[in-house]
Structures are given as structure tokens and as C-alpha cells.
């Protein structure tokens, strides 16, 4: 069983203003996918504070899947700070879940959300919506596994 963290970035949910649904929904999903999280936090839309997190938690789990904070605003800054702190980026978990949300609604192209590794650990930003996390997850959520098992140093055979 891999081990997995849930940041939702939401300056309302931080301070108690706002439930954190996304959150709620995701660590479902992942633990209906035999992911174990172990850590789920809401925090505020903070350079520092994401990229703290990000860092540590990089270290002792296996996926690190963020919600919120992808989109156009000022304090959207969770693709940003994720580029900041991986070794690669890995491209096509962000455009397949973009290319799930296209059927759906074309603002989806305005995600900038981004997937990457730093050490041996998968990181993924999600879109803050319900829909949107169910749509981006589901996406990619049947190569997370063989993913973090690459990472890992598996000798299985791996496309690309």
C-alpha cells in the first residue's frame, strides 16, 4: 500500500470559513484505490507555507495530491510552487486530466495545474472544485501505482 498526504489550499477553509469538500472527496477516492493517507491538511494560499509542506512531506510519503489553487488569481499559486520544488515534471498526468475536464467545460484550459516527482515521490495538483477532483483524479488515478513504483526503482515495464 502506498502512503499518501492531501493538502487542499483554500484561505477560507484555513481559517474555518469554508468545509473542504475537494478533500473530503479525494481521500476517499484514494483510499477506495488501497492509497493510505496519512496526512490531510487545509492550508491558506502561502508561498512559504506550501512549499514547506511540499518539501517535508516529500520525504516520508509516496504521493502528495494538493487541491486548489490552480487557477488564474493572484493567490493561485500552487502550479508555482510545485515547479519550484521538483526534480521533473511530468507532463502528460496534467494534460490527461485537463483533457478530461475539456469534455466537460472548456474553462478546464485554464487550469494551470502541474505533476511532478522530487526524490521518489509523485506530486499532483488538482483544480479546488468537487467535480473537478473527481474528474481530474479519475484520470489518472489507474497510473499512480505504476508510477510511484518507477520511482521506486521497479524494473516493470514502463511506456515512455
Known amino acids: ?26 481521500r476517499e477516492i484514494l483510499e477506495q484505490a488501497r492509497i493510505e493517507v496519512v496526512q490531510y491538511e487545509v492550508i491558506a494560499d502561502d508561498r512559504d507555507i506550501l512549499k514547506d509542506r511540499l518539501i517535508n ?16 488569481s493572484p493567490r493561485d499559486i ?24 475539456l469534455k466537460k467545460t472548456t474553462r478546464s484550459m485554464l487550469s494551470r495545474a502541474v505533476a511532478g516527482t522530487r526524490g521518489e515521490c509523485l506530486i499532483i495538483n488538482l483544480p479546488g472544485s468537487p467535480r473537478a477532483v473527481r474528474e481530474g483524479i479519475g484520470a489518472v ?20
Open 57 to 72: 512531506l516529500s520525504e516520508r510519503v509516496d504521493l502528495i495530491v494538493t487541491n486548489g489553487g490552480t487557477g488564474l
Open 141 to 160: 488515478l489507474d497510473v499512480i501505482p505504476h508510477a510511484i513504483e518507477k520511482l521506486k526503482g521497479s524494473e516493470k515495464e514502463c511506456a515512455g
Open 78 to 101: 500552487t502550479p508555482d510552487v510545485t515547479l519550484e520544488i521538483i526534480d521533473r515534471e511530468v507532463p502528460g498526468i496534467a494534460e490527461a486530466m485537463r483533457f478530461e475536464g
Open 1 to 26: 500500500m502506498f502512503r499518501a498526504a492531501i493538502l487542499t489550499l483554500s484561505d477560507k477553509g484555513s481559517r474555518g470559513e469554508r468545509v473542504d469538500e475537494s478533500g473530503r472527496i479525494l
